[in-house]
T-cell receptor
Framework: GQNIDQPTEMTATEGAIVQINCTYQTSGFNGLFWYQQHAGEAPTFLSYNVLDGLEEKGRFSSFLSRSKGYSYLLLKELQMKDSASYLCAARRSNDYKLSFGAGTTVTVRA | ETGVTQTPRHLVMGMTNKKSLKCEQHLGHNAMYWYKQSAKKPLELMFVYSLEERVENNSVPSRFSPECPNSSHLFLHLHTLQPEDSALYLC????????????FGPGTRLTVL
């Protein structure tokens, strides 16, 4: 099975940086996804890591360490519109199923 | 219409009612999923269809019955639900036999009285 842990809530100031950590325990790990979900809306894909290292996409970056079962999502130059829930999800090898964490609610304050 | 659409967006039903949720994807994908999202809990995978065949039934009670008539449409038929079934029901689709990134619909907010 898979056990996905991430913090419940984080608060940061506009323009700052926030790092959301995610740890996972899975058999046959084959990739880590991050999704963003605004209240009342669909989750939208942010990033996918399957190899160790950092993937950068504009203001958002995602990091993976397979040996440590650890990932983080880094949000830079925070904007009010970044207030949302961020979902970490792990995928098993040879499987199409994603196991999700409970999500981290990020609140950006002026 | 683009992406993944779901109807209705909101549904209130009694425990003796029968209703259906509809999902449609316009992305040419070949796998579709139903998830349940309850407050402060992880998304729970309910059903997976790949190439119109059900390949996953994640110990879901029989009062939930999925139907996938073709690769673009997915239904969730609801019958004699319980108040604890109140949640956001999300549909998703993906390509590559289910191995690709999943695209989600906006969900149906279900309240069972």
């Amino acid at each position: 099975g898979q056990n996905i842990d991430q913090p419940t809530e984080m608060t940061a100031t506009e323009g700052a940086i926030v790092q959301i950590n995610c740890t996972y325990q899975t058999s046959g790990f084959n990739g880590l996804f991050w999704y963003q979900q605004h209240a009342g809306e669909a989750p939208t894909f942010l990033s996918y890591n399957v190899l160790d290292g950092l993937e950068e996409k504009g203001r958002f970056s995602s990091f993976l360490s397979r040996s440590k079962g650890y990932s983080y999502l880094l949000l830079k130059e925070l904007q009010m519109k970044d207030s949302a829930s961020y979902l970490c999800a792990a995928r098993r090898s040879n499987d199409y199923k994603l196991s999700f964490g409970a999500g981290t609610t990020v609140t950006v304050r002026a | 219409e683009t992406g993944v659409t779901q109807t209705p967006r909101h549904l209130v039903m009694g425990m003796t009612n029968k209703k259906s949720l509809k999902c449609e994807q316009h992305l040419g994908h070949n796998a579709m999923y139903w998830y349940k999202q309850s407050a402060k809990k992880p998304l729970e995978l309910m059903f997976v269809y790949s190439l119109e065949e059900r390949v996953e039934n994640n110990s879901v009670p029989s009062r939930f019955s999925p139907e996938c008539p073709n690769s673009s449409h997915l239904f969730l038929h609801l019958h004699t639900l319980q108040p604890e079934d109140s949640a956001l029901y999300l549909c998703a689709s993906s390509s590559q036999g289910g191995g690709g990134e999943q695209f989600f619909g906006p969900g149906t907010r279900l309240t069972v009285l």
